[in-house]
């Protein structure tokens, strides 16, 4: 236990406010449709069409910054391209196949959406990134903000964080999907979420001070790339959406 901080406490089991969001489609039909209709109907709910630029365009814009590139993008030569595909095809169906057990892939695999534009890549994304969204994080009471996603079995752990939560996993999915508004709301849901460290130190397990520290809103003590990082894109992709408050 001592060589952790992704350990069991007690009291820091429960799913109490995660969350599970369902969406309801209403068709119109002139009389009871056919069964043949139906289920043409059926497949269109549970695989909507969905309109995205092509990759190259997207790249040029820099809406996502420069951290991938189109499969067209003469960035490497053929072979090492070629090779860089097989590897990235290999990483996506091994998650694929083992997606009860994923840590965090979201954003590689927006990423990886980005580059490919294929639609199972999407389908997939899409998908993890609903339930990381919803599942993994609580949305209400004195973890509201905070992730959770290290223990054997969801939230069984003490692991609560920001970097679980965090707004850019969400970010690709809500502009490709033209302002998802599910999504919008676990975006703004991170902008607080600085006061749970009043609450709960994410640093409590190896903070060498961890006796004498006392947290304080006008001064914290965090871990820059778990939790600064991750107040920083809460705020930054806030901005990009609404603009400076």
């Known amino acids: 236990m001592r060589v952790t901080y992704e350990d069991w406490e007690e009291e820091m089991w429960s799913p109490e406010s995660v969350a599970r969001t369902s969406e309801l489609v209403v068709l119109a039909t002139q009389e009871t449709p056919a069964a043949e209709e139906l289920a043409e109907v059926t497949r269109y709910v549970r695989n909507p069409p969905v309109l995205v630029a ?33 590897k990235l095809d290999f990483l996506f169906n091994f998650y694929k196949n083992q997606v009860e057990h994923q840590l965090s892939p979201d954003l ?18 899409e998908a993890l990134t609903r339930h990381t969204g919803e ?12 992730g959770t996603r290290h223990g054997v079995q969801h939230w069984s752990d003490s692991c609560k964080q920001a970097r679980i939560s965090n707004a850019p996993y969400r970010k690709q999915f809500y502009y490709l999907s033209d302002g998802d508004e599910r999504i919008g709301d676990l975006l703004e849901e991170t902008l607080d979420t600085e006061k749970t460290f009043i609450i709960l130190d994410p640093y409590r397990k190896v903070r060498k001070h961890k006796k004498t520290y006392r947290p304080d809103l006008g001064v914290l003590s965090i871990s820059l790339g778990t939790d600064w990082s991750a107040l920083a894109a809460a705020w930054f992709i806030e901005c990009e959406r609404h603009g400076p408050r």
């Open 135 to 146: 599942v993994d994080v609580y949305h209400l009471g004195k973890y509201r903000g905070l």
């Open 108 to 125: 590689w695999l927006w990423f990886y959406f980005l580059r490919t534009g294929r639609a199972d890549v999407y389908r997939m994304a």
């Open 54 to 86: 092509d990759s190259e365009r997207i790249y040029e814009t820099g809406a996502f910054g420069k951290y991938w590139s189109p499969m067209s993008h003469p960035l490497l030569s053929q072979p090492l391209r070629e090779e860089l595909d097989m």
